[in-house]
């Protein structure tokens, strides 16, 4: 009997050390750690420094290595011209290649990886903003539905010890039997409106509860959420504006990566190995040779005024964005101000 009752008293210490009082912080921070869209963007940061760190590999000397045997028998006269084949040839090299370009023109492209990386980031703080928006939506309206059930949970009780005694008053032919009825429907009425107040409050728990990511269902306490209005003194610190600007830096790269590629390339190489069509002397074909490569653009029939002209209305497009952002920034502030 003493250890049916002690477990008992087990599981009950269990359910209640669960079920405990949350915060807004609380539900917050569980939706940023389980925010699969905020961890996404966060291993896209990782891949585009791993991107910089594979530009700056691409420009170092890159070493490959080679082989190639070829035989062209040549039958009664017939085959392929040995002029051409050699009839037979054995190769085996090893290639060194630099391709040499500008800093400024690396510049640019590191600079590319980085207004990405800027951008992803500030895509983080936007995904948070709205996390945080709309789990304080929701929590508010949770709490709200917890603040109604407790309300209601008042009224259930003040009216049961009201109708303790009016059942009383009753008996003792002091109260009116209709006014007690009567009194009898309007508690049950509130009893029903106190059961809707709590399957509404489970529901928006439950909702709560999934947007922050949490798995367990059970029914925790909410303690009263303390808002305070903040206002954004210097737009240059937004994350709505900082969006823009780096739009704006990103179109400007755009322009410079457009302009490198019309100007000279230029790359040398070198290489080394064992390249003979086993005649005579075979034994001593071993050699190495150098080289280098040059492409200087003087005509494309005007892709490149056509490219800077693409840009041109992708920065107006994001000019029209900008200023259509503004007024609406501008009204609903004005609005939640006068609210």
Do not use: W
Not at 213 to 237: E, F
């Amino acid at each position: 009997m003493k250890q049916s009752i002690l477990c008992v008293l087990l599981l009950l210490s269990v359910f209640f050390s669960r079920a405990q009082t949350r915060n807004l912080d609380n539900f917050i921070q569980s939706a940023l750690n389980n925010s699969p869209l905020i961890k996404d963007l966060n291993n896209q940061i990782l891949s585009a420094q791993i991107d910089s760190i594979r530009l700056q590999a691409g420009l170092k000397p890159q070493v490959t290595g080679s082989a190639l045997g070829l035989y062209a028998p040549v039958v009664n006269g017939y085959g392929y011209s040995t002029a051409i084949t050699n009839g037979q040839q054995l190769t085996g090299l090893i290639t060194v290649d630099k391709q040499f370009i500008g800093k400024s023109y690396l510049n640019a492209q590191l600079l590319t990886i980085l207004n990405q990386k800027d951008s992803l980031r500030n895509t983080i703080r936007l995904s948070e903003q709205d996390l945080r928006k709309t789990v304080t939506t929701q929590y508010i309206s949770a709490y709200g539905s917890l603040e109604q059930q407790r309300f209601n949970q008042e009224i259930v009780n003040l009216l049961t010890k009201e109708e303790q005694v009016l059942l009383r008053l009753t008996r003792a032919n002091v109260y009116k039997q209709a006014d007690y009825l009567a009194f009898l429907v309007t508690l049950k009425q509130a009893q029903l409106q106190l059961s809707q107040a709590k399957l509404q409050y489970k529901a928006d728990h439950s909702t709560l509860k999934y947007l922050a990511g949490i798995r367990d269902t059970i029914l925790d306490s909410l303690s009263t959420p303390y808002l305070k209005p903040t206002y954004l003194a210097d737009r240059s610190q937004s994350i709505f504006f900082k969006q823009f600007q780096l739009d704006s830096m990103r179109i400007q790269n755009a322009y410079q990566i457009v302009d490198y590629a019309y100007k000279p390339k230029f790359h040398a190489y070198a290489d080394g190995g064992y390249n003979s069509d086993l005649s005579a002397e075979y034994y001593k074909h071993f050699g190495a040779s150098a080289g280098f490569g040059l492409s200087i653009p003087i005509y494309d029939g005007g892709q490149r005024k056509l490219a800077h002209r693409k840009i041109a209305l992708e920065e107006d497009t994001r000019q029209q964005y900008k200023i259509f952002f503004e007024k609406q920034y501008n009204q609903q502030l004005r609005q939640l101000r006068k609210q």
